[in-house]
């Protein structure tokens, strides 16, 4: 069971828009800990998509953006396109475990 | 650029031993803290070990400690984790990830390719 909850799997067609949820509690996201998400294509490494809650790293489009509140947080992809189909992963840092964690992924399916 | 090359990876049976390599290049290593982190077939992602700049700082998930060891060696940009006792749920790709800062854990801008460890009898 991961520290950061997140639903299995979420699905749209090209051009909507998706949000992923990222849930954890009062040792990590609600005791205000940065919340950073990253995607992972089939067979590859995973990418830094989402810094410091809704920061872009040189390169990710805009179509992909971060929001938290609370003890949540959240990513939003617009304008879906075939090549959305991933893994997404949030992360943070847990002060109650004094380590960094992760969601148990979310698969993204571009109908 | 940043690249960061995993090796060492391969099938050992239960209860033997494994050393990772990670060798940085295209930043200054010395610099960054550095983790490892691992994802089990068709599993999610698990943050393994952390390693501040210069090695005065470590940290261990419970699943692996007192198991398994990182270290790093400045002079050869390079990062490595000892793992001991293997067992079959350390199955997994490992891949080691660079921080942003250097002494507090926060997150990974870059990512290697990742070496898969195979443990079974």
């Known amino acids: 069971q991961s520290v950061l909850t997140q639903p299995p799997s979420v699905s749209g067609a090209p051009g909507q828009r998706v949000t992923i949820s990222c849930t954890g509690s009062?040792?990590?996201?609600?005791?205000?800990?940065?919340v950073h998400w990253y995607q992972q294509l089939p067979g590859t490494a995973p990418k830094l998509l989402i810094s410091?809650?809704?920061n872009r790293p040189s390169g990710v489009p805009d179509r992909f953006s971060g929001s938290k509140s609370g003890t949540s947080a959240s990513l939003a992809i617009t304008g879906l396109q075939a090549e959305d189909e991933a893994d997404y992963y949030c992360q943070s840092y847990d002060s109650s475990l004094s380590s960094s964690v992760f969601g148990g992924g979310t698969k993204l399916t571009v109908l | 650029q940043v690249q960061l090359v995993e090796s060492g990876g391969g099938v050992v049976q239960p209860g033997g031993s494994l050393r990772l390599s990670c060798a940085a290049s295209g930043f200054t290593f010395n610099s960054y803290a550095m983790h490892w982190v691992r994802q089990a077939p068709g599993k999610e992602l698990e943050w393994v070990a952390f390693m501040g700049y210069d090695g005065s700082e470590k940290n261990y998930a419970d699943s692996v400690k007192g198991r398994f060891t990182i270290s790093r060696d400045n002079s050869k940009n390079t990062l490595y984790l000892q793992m001991n006792s293997l067992r079959a749920e350390d199955t997994a790709v490992y891949y080691c990830?660079?921080?942003?800062?250097?002494?507090?854990?926060?997150?990974?801008?870059?990512w290697g390719q990742g070496s898969l460890v195979t443990v079974s009898s």
């Open positions: 410091r809650n809704n």
């Open positions: 009062s040792s990590n996201i609600g005791a205000g800990r940065d």
């Open positions: 990830a660079k921080d942003v800062f250097g002494t507090t854990p926060y997150y990974f801008d870059s």
